[in-house]
Protein backbone atom coordinates (compact mmCIF):
# COMPACT_ATOMS: atom_id res chain seq x y z
CA UNK A 1 0.00 0.00 0.00
CA UNK A 2 1.22 3.24 -0.95
CA UNK A 3 -0.46 6.91 0.55
CA UNK A 4 0.79 9.79 -1.44
CA UNK A 5 0.06 13.18 0.20
CA UNK A 6 0.13 16.65 -2.05
CA UNK A 7 1.06 19.65 -1.43
CA UNK A 8 2.13 23.15 -2.93
CA UNK A 9 -1.28 24.42 -4.45
CA UNK A 10 -2.85 27.33 -4.03
CA UNK A 11 -3.70 30.82 -5.67
CA UNK A 12 -1.00 32.43 -8.45
CA UNK A 13 -1.61 35.13 -11.16
CA UNK A 14 -1.35 33.80 -14.91
CA UNK A 15 2.08 33.88 -15.97
CA UNK A 16 3.22 33.13 -12.39
CA UNK A 17 5.07 29.81 -11.04
CA UNK A 18 3.97 27.06 -8.50
CA UNK A 19 5.84 24.33 -7.29
CA UNK A 20 3.51 21.01 -6.04
CA UNK A 21 5.08 17.81 -4.04
CA UNK A 22 3.70 14.89 -3.17
CA UNK A 23 5.19 12.50 -0.42
CA UNK A 24 5.52 8.47 -1.08
CA UNK A 25 4.63 6.63 2.43
CA UNK A 26 6.48 3.36 1.38
CA UNK A 27 10.17 1.93 1.79
CA UNK A 28 10.03 0.81 -1.74
CA UNK A 29 9.78 4.63 -3.52
CA UNK A 30 12.01 3.88 -5.88
CA UNK A 31 10.26 1.04 -7.26
CA UNK A 32 7.68 3.52 -8.66
CA UNK A 33 6.68 5.01 -11.87
CA UNK A 34 5.07 8.49 -10.26
CA UNK A 35 2.94 10.77 -12.18
CA UNK A 36 0.88 13.84 -11.89
CA UNK A 37 -2.66 14.53 -13.42
CA UNK A 38 -5.02 17.03 -13.28
CA UNK A 39 -8.78 17.82 -13.04
CA UNK A 40 -10.87 20.62 -13.68
CA UNK A 41 -14.60 21.24 -13.05
CA UNK A 42 -16.93 19.27 -15.31
CA UNK A 43 -13.89 17.87 -16.97
CA UNK A 44 -12.05 14.58 -17.20
CA UNK A 45 -8.61 13.67 -15.60
CA UNK A 46 -5.99 14.89 -17.61
CA UNK A 47 -2.58 13.43 -17.51
CA UNK A 48 0.29 16.03 -17.40
CA UNK A 49 3.82 14.72 -16.81
CA UNK A 50 5.11 11.25 -15.80
CA UNK A 51 8.90 9.78 -14.45
CA UNK A 52 10.02 6.91 -14.60
CA UNK A 53 11.08 4.94 -11.07
CA UNK A 54 15.34 6.07 -11.29
CA UNK A 55 14.01 9.67 -12.92
CA UNK A 56 16.21 8.97 -16.26
CA UNK A 57 12.75 8.63 -18.68
CA UNK A 58 10.33 11.56 -18.46
CA UNK A 59 6.71 12.63 -20.67
CA UNK A 60 4.76 15.02 -20.99
CA UNK A 61 0.87 16.11 -21.74
CA UNK A 62 0.91 18.62 -24.41
CA UNK A 63 -0.74 21.14 -22.91
CA UNK A 64 2.42 21.07 -20.15
CA UNK A 65 5.11 20.80 -22.54
CA UNK A 66 7.52 22.95 -21.68
CA UNK A 67 5.88 24.88 -18.87
CA UNK A 68 5.78 22.45 -16.49
CA UNK A 69 8.73 19.88 -15.09
CA UNK A 70 8.62 16.42 -12.96
CA UNK A 71 11.30 15.53 -10.82
CA UNK A 72 11.79 13.51 -7.82
CA UNK A 73 13.83 12.52 -5.12
CA UNK A 74 14.21 8.78 -3.61
CA UNK A 75 16.41 10.01 -1.14
CA UNK A 76 13.37 11.52 0.47
CA UNK A 77 10.28 9.93 -1.27
CA UNK A 78 9.26 12.97 -2.76
CA UNK A 79 8.11 13.63 -6.65
CA UNK A 80 7.49 17.12 -7.59
CA UNK A 81 5.97 19.33 -10.41
CA UNK A 82 7.27 22.81 -11.15
CA UNK A 83 4.65 24.57 -13.30
CA UNK A 84 5.82 27.70 -14.97
CA UNK A 85 4.45 30.41 -17.38
CA UNK A 86 1.06 29.32 -15.49
CA UNK A 87 -2.54 29.99 -17.22
CA UNK A 88 -6.02 30.34 -16.69
CA UNK A 89 -6.72 26.97 -18.39
CA UNK A 90 -4.41 25.45 -15.78
CA UNK A 91 -6.72 25.84 -13.05
CA UNK A 92 -7.25 22.56 -11.58
CA UNK A 93 -7.28 19.81 -9.11
CA UNK A 94 -3.66 18.20 -9.29
CA UNK A 95 -3.21 14.46 -8.28
CA UNK A 96 -0.28 12.74 -7.84
CA UNK A 97 -0.65 8.77 -9.04
CA UNK A 98 2.04 6.10 -8.25
CA UNK A 99 2.49 2.51 -10.37
CA UNK A 100 5.10 -0.20 -10.53
CA UNK A 101 4.81 -0.53 -14.43
CA UNK A 102 2.44 2.69 -15.64
CA UNK A 103 4.19 4.96 -17.75
CA UNK A 104 1.26 6.36 -19.53
CA UNK A 105 -1.65 9.03 -20.03
CA UNK A 106 -4.65 7.10 -19.16
CA UNK A 107 -5.68 7.52 -15.22
CA UNK A 108 -6.74 3.71 -14.88
CA UNK A 109 -2.81 2.69 -15.60
CA UNK A 110 -2.39 3.90 -12.13
CA UNK A 111 -3.05 1.86 -8.67
CA UNK A 112 -2.27 4.95 -6.10
CA UNK A 113 -3.24 7.85 -5.86
CA UNK A 114 -3.39 10.84 -3.44
CA UNK A 115 -6.44 13.38 -2.29
CA UNK A 116 -4.93 16.19 -4.71
CA UNK A 117 -4.37 19.81 -4.22
CA UNK A 118 -5.92 22.41 -5.92
CA UNK A 119 -3.87 25.33 -8.04
CA UNK A 120 -6.21 28.00 -9.03
CA UNK A 121 -4.69 30.63 -11.62
CA UNK A 122 -6.53 33.72 -12.23
CA UNK A 123 -6.08 36.08 -15.31
Known amino acids: QVQLVESGGGLVQAGGSLRLSCAAS????????MAWFRQAPGKAREFAAVISWSGGRTYYGDSVKGRFTISRDNAKNTVNLQMNSLKPEDTAVYYC????????????????WGQGTQVTVDS
Open 97 to 112: AADRRAFGSRPAEYEY
Open 26 to 33: TRTFSDYN
